[in-house]
């Protein structure tokens, strides 16, 4: 099961407006990554068709009739402390809805589901924040 979450200000698309039930407002902030925390350009195709499929299937389970078009960057989110090394990823993706293109960015973690989307695009380190803030690995 996916925790869908929402960051951004007012989403202006309908089919957005019908998810507001589900979602909760998450906070932002410029500090850096933690200590053992790197990120990874996503560039293998296998690997980025990978990622882009699940971020469809998270769009698909919240209802939101979209497709993920171009993705201009994705990450991966390495954190290597703890017990055991964890990971999560985000992208910054123009999808295609009824209402037009959108430019979005999605993040989600591979172990516990948690997708989370906003409006916009990001660059590289945004995205870093992005997901600590928002997808960070919990395994």
Known sequence: MRTLKLVGGVLTTVAMLALAPAARAVQTDEA???AGVRL???SLPDERAKI???LQEGLDQIGFDAKVGQ????????DDLGSGRDSSYAADCVVRSAKGPLS???CDDWLVG???LAPGAMRRDQLGRFIRNNCAPRG
């Open 114 to 116: 948690e997708f989370t």
């Open 104 to 106: 979005l960015v999605m």
């Open 32 to 34: 850096g990554l933690p």
């Open 52 to 54: 882009i499929a699940s």
């Open 71 to 78: 993705c201009e960057l994705i990450v991966a989110y390495f």
């Open 40 to 42: 990874q350009d996503v």
